[in-house]
Nanobody, 117 residues
Framework: QVQLVESGGGLVQPGGSLRLSCATSRSIFTYYRMGWYRQAPGKQRELVATITDSGIPNYADSVRGRFTISRDSPKNTVYLQMNSLKPDDTAVYYC???????????WGQGTQVTVSS
């Protein structure tokens, strides 16, 4: 069974930083595109950032320049460094692993990020 284990959420003041982590198995980490999505109350889940198996990142316009996604191969872990956090960043953040062929899509359990003074 595929597992994506997230950590690092919490409460932070506006302008602060947090780093989210998502650990998975070696096979998933090696071949899948990894990413972070978020869902705020009353809103649809939205893409935050993804990174391909070869390390190419992609960001939502709302976080570009503030968030950085990265991969740590020895640890089979994907990180999301979040800086200059805003109240609008408040949401449950989900780790995702996606493979196009054969189609496979896995999700973590989610971690809460709250940005508030």
């Amino acid at each position: 069974q595929v597992q994506l284990v997230e950590s690092g959420g919490g409460l932070v003041q506006p302008g602060g930083s947090l780093r989210l982590s998502c650990a998975t198995s070696r096979s998933i980490f090696t071949y899948y595109r990894m990413g972070w999505y978020r869902q705020a109350p009353g809103k649809q889940r939205e893409l935050v950032a993804t990174i391909t198996d070869s390390g190419i990142p992609n960001y939502a316009d709302s976080v570009r320049g503030r968030f950085t996604i990265s991969r740590d191969s020895p640890k089979n872990t994907v990180y999301l460094q979040m800086n200059s956090l805003k109240p609008d960043d408040t949401a449950v953040y989900y780790c995702n692993a996606y493979l196009g062929s054969p189609p496979s899509d896995y999700w973590g359990q989610g971690t809460q990020v709250t940005v508030s003074s």
